[in-house]
């Protein structure tokens, strides 16, 4: 067996693929309540329920999807440059703990919002700057780095929060100080967890469709990430744009930090992010890359997570049956893409 590529695929094959692996995942679903011993069609429909079966529940979904669609287009703008950011969650604590830094009262109350956003963008820039410096300059593969930069920020937050940055009142708690008032973003109904950084993803993700469509640098990266060496033959500054590419892709990702400081927790803590980098990459390639595509993928993931907490208390059915899924919702995702790109030959 061996694949072939397919120059133009058709319609049909572009849309039932994507469908069918929507359908495999389902199915997969399916399985695993079963075998957890749960009526599969009850099990999916309290999952429904639980992400959007309220008021209460569609907000809880619309944030925790906030911090995934900044990580989602984080990674999106990065892996359409061909360019592996596996290091979203570095740059998300590198936001949170610039949002920490300046939110505690070290700036006057006008500025303090937009200015600790532009300097947490910058600290999440800085944080994939140097493994694409290593990429571009000693052709050190980024994974590994980006990866291994992961660990190392969250020993940073660790020091941080036994040390400089603990909060003298938090009963031993290993916390930040909670930031001022004028730090914190408004919640857009009041008295609920819904916060302003919602709308803040939504326009970052317009902006980014904007970038990626109708700018030179959307052109330049698109052309980079499909044929580097024939991107520089046109006269295209490969290493310039993939530094573009990193500055844009890991201030995405630190806004996902200063935005779960600013909007919903109040302070940084070692367990801010249950993940949202890693999730990142799942919600960037189910949405195909496509910066619009990454909320809506974004809603689905968050939607999945809601509303598995709610299945698992209603049929004591675990909740890592959601990791599961959207394993698998990956793997069918990136089998679609691929069957979409080559077909299967014999011989």
Known sequence: MRLEPIANPSTLRQLGLPALAIAATMGVATLLALI???????????????????????????????????TGLAVAVAFRAKLWNIGAEAQLYAGAIIAVLLGTGALGSPFVLPVSALAAMLAGALVLLGPVLLKTRLGVDEVVTTLLINFIMLLFVSYLL?????????????????????????????????????????????????IQTRTTLGYEIRAVGQNPAAARFAGIPVNVVLLKTALLSGGLAALAGWSEVAGLKGHLSQDLSPGFGYTGIIVAMLALLHPLGVVVSALFVAGIFVGSDAMSRAAGVPTYIADMLLATALLFMVLAILLTKFRMVRG
């Open 36 to 70: 957890a011993g749960a009526d599969p069609f009850a099990t999916l429909g309290q999952i429904a329920t639980g992400a959007l079966g309220s008021r209460l529940a569609i907000l809880e979904t619309l944030n925790r999807a906030t911090p995934l669609i900044f």
């Open 162 to 210: 036994e040390g400089p940055m603990k909060d003298p009142m938090g009963m031993g708690w290993p916390k930040s100080p909670a930031l001022i008032p004028e730090a914190r973003l408004p919640r857009i109904v009041e008295g609920l967890r819904l916060h302003w950084g919602f709308g803040l993803a939504l326009i970052a993700a317009a902006l980014v469709w904007v």
